[in-house]
């Protein structure tokens, strides 16, 4: 595609995006919660953290493949779920599962995506994870759960970080709240991105695929909107866990911690995986970066349960850091989401692929042949 030939990382994928994609929905994807502190403390606390350069280490032979929850990966990564990414591109989610399996690294499909979790099994070949919001409506959690275990999803990342939700100022100021009241700058603006316009236009659908046709009475993009927002449970405790785990068979994975006491408890839970994540800084602001609170739950827990992480991830170069915390991979979001609105399917592959290449340079550079072989000796003291 001709415009991503000049493209050379996350950050020229972030401008192409917001210049293809309609203010309100490119709004959404880089905001954080109130004062965005958290969302700047998650770059800021990567960026200070320095790799050791090491010299004169034969590292011609070099692969950057591992496995997370069992299941081989070509890098560690994996797409982390994202609500409405097919609203940055039309059919967004089955793009982004392609480019990922085409990668060969999983997709998480959110809850509140806009396609529906049959839309998307019906256009890929190979499983993808599904990510589940507890909702009041304990039955339509359960058809959720049934529908990703017909839909033959191999892992269900089980968030905890949004039993109610945080704010984020500008989609207030741009009419995305609950229920949505899009202002007529925001509608001439949506005009004014022919090609947004067309790929949504051309897209299954424009409501929360997953949620359309299962709610009664809840047919239009509004009150499913008002739906959802009624819907996020502050009674979500870890007795729920226990019954998601009662009634999910396959991997378990638990998203949202960042807290050593919470990692205890989670490990105890008998899931698979946690992610360590502040939800990229999009609920409690205040909280510590997520790259900040990695490295104690990785040592406490690491040997118990996988340790993922999320949040603020922009480069191979901060896969490697958080690897040599402790992580297992990192689960990106919107780097891949800029890239999706950049340039659709294709965007999501470059992003992909930037990140491959840095941190194999990377790699190489810190004199390593095997992603097994980072570790804490990998950063500059
Ligand atoms: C636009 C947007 C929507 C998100 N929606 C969800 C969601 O539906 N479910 C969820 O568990 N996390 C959601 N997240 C959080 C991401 O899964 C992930 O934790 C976060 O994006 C990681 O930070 P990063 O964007 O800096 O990589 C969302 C993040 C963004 C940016």
Redesign the pocket.
């Known amino acids: 595609m001709r415009e991503l030939k000049n493209v050379t990382c996350i950050e020229d994928l972030r401008k192409l995006a917001r210049r293809k994609v309609p203010r309100a929905f490119f709004d959404?994807?880089e905001a954080g919660s109130y004062s965005e502190e958290t969302l700047r403390a998650?770059r800021r606390d990567f960026e200070a953290i320095k790799l050791r350069q090491r010299v004169l280490v034969d590292v011609s032979a070099r692969d950057t493949a591992t496995t997370i929850l069992g299941g081989k990966v070509s890098l560690p990564i994996a797409l982390?779920?994202?609500?409405?990414t097919g609203l940055e591109y039309g059919d967004g989610e089955i793009l982004a599962c392609r480019a990922a399996h085409s990668a060969g690294v999983p997709f998480?499909m959110?809850?509140?995506s806009i396609c529906s979790i049959e839309d998307v099994a019906a256009a890929v070949k190979k499983p993808f994870w599904f990510?589940l919001?507890v909702m009041k409506d304990r039955g339509f959690v359960r058809s959720l759960v049934e529908r990703a275990i017909a839909a033959k999803c191999s892992a269900l990342?089980l968030?905890v970080d949004?039993q109610v939700l945080g704010q984020r100022h500008i989609d207030i100021k741009n009419g995305l709240s609950v229920p949505p009241s899009l202002k007529i700058k925001n509608l001439i603006n949506m005009a004014s991105k022919p090609r947004w316009v067309a790929s949504v236009l051309l897209g299954k659908r424009w409501t929360f695929g997953n949620l359309h046709g299962y709610v009664k009475g809840m047919e239009d993009v509004r009150s499913l909107a008002q739906w959802v927002g009624s819907q996020f449970d502050p009674t979500l405790n870890w007795k729920d866990v226990e019954w998601i785990k009662s009634i999910w068979p396959g991997k378990l994975v638990i998203?949202?911690i960042l807290d050593l006491e919470d990692a205890k408890l989670a490990a105890k839970t008998g899931a698979d995986a946690l992610?360590v994540?502040n939800?990229?800084?999009?609920q409690l602001d205040g909280a510590p970066s997520s790259i900040s609170a990695l490295a104690k739950i990785a040592d406490v827990v690491g040997s118990e349960i996988e340790v993922m992480f999320?949040?603020?991830?922009?480069s191979g170069q901060d896969v490697l850091r958080a690897l040599a915390l402790g992580a297992r991979g990192c689960?990106?979001?919107?780097?891949y989401?800029f890239g999706l609105g950049a340039a659709g399917e294709a965007g999501v592959k470059k992003a992909i692929e930037i990140i491959r290449k840095e941190l194999d340079v990377s790699m190489a550079l810190t004199g390593l042949k095997s992603v097994q072989e980072i570790g804490r000796h990998t950063l500059a003291q």
């Open positions: 959404y994807a998650n982390g779920p994202v609500a409405m998480t959110s809850t509140l990510q919001y990342v968030t949004l998203k949202g992610v994540s939800h990229g800084g999009r999320d949040g603020g991830v922009r689960l990106i979001g919107r780097a989401i």
